[in-house]
């Protein structure tokens, strides 16, 4: 094997090639150039990797907060339809801003109404309050909208699940009211 001349540059009359392998196998220490790409590689990985971490964290908080409104909003679905589809009696109409459409609630076996706060979506009867759907891990659902139809039988209602002002889950649901 060949040895190096005690000065860093190999001998002008080597191939390209060779002097190439000559410097690789150099183990003397490595250039003030070599340092200073490197720093500035491990620097970039540094700034691609936490910026792929806070894509990654970002996409992750989104993806739970959808899915905790879609459980939210099965829910909410399956405790107002429940009441409204074993109510004893029934309003004719459309629930707006005003009109109250009071129906007897099977559960509490007395006339209330189904209301929306901040708290969640409650049944208030003569009898007391009960909360259906309550307010949890900031999103609120809401009844949005709320019809019977006293010819067919059938319940309208619109739900919505939402955090501050975006909607995150929603539906309108039609169910027959059974109870008697």
């Known amino acids: 094997m060949k040895r190096l001349p005690p000065h ?27 340092q200073l790409v490197s720093v500035i590689f491990i620097g970039l990985l540094c700034v691609v990797v936490s910026a792929g971490i806070g894509a990654a964290m970002s996409a992750y908080a989104n993806i739970t907060m959808k899915t905790r409104a879609d459980t939210m909003l099965t829910q909410a679905v399956e405790l107002v339809s429940d009441e409204l589809t074993y109510a004893l009696d029934a309003e004719d ?26 708290a969640g979506i409650w049944l208030n009867a003569d009898s007391g309050q009960y909360l259906l759907a309550p307010t949890q891990n900031g999103l609120a659902p809401r009844l949005a909208s709320l019809a019977y139809d006293e010819d067919t039988g059938l319940w309208t209602f619109h739900l919505t699940i939402s955090s501050g002002d975006t909607v995150l889950a929603e539906t309108t649901m039609t169910v027959k009211r059974i109870g008697s």
């Open 8 to 34: 860093n540059n190999p001998p002008a009359h080597l191939c390209a090639f060779a002097r190439i392998r000559l410097r690789l196998r150099d183990t003397r220490g490595f250039m003030l150039g070599e």
């Open 93 to 118: 109409g459309v629930q707006e801003d005003g009109r109250e459409l009071y129906f007897t609630s099977a559960t509490l076996r007395s006339e209330g109404v189904l209301q929306t706060n901040e």
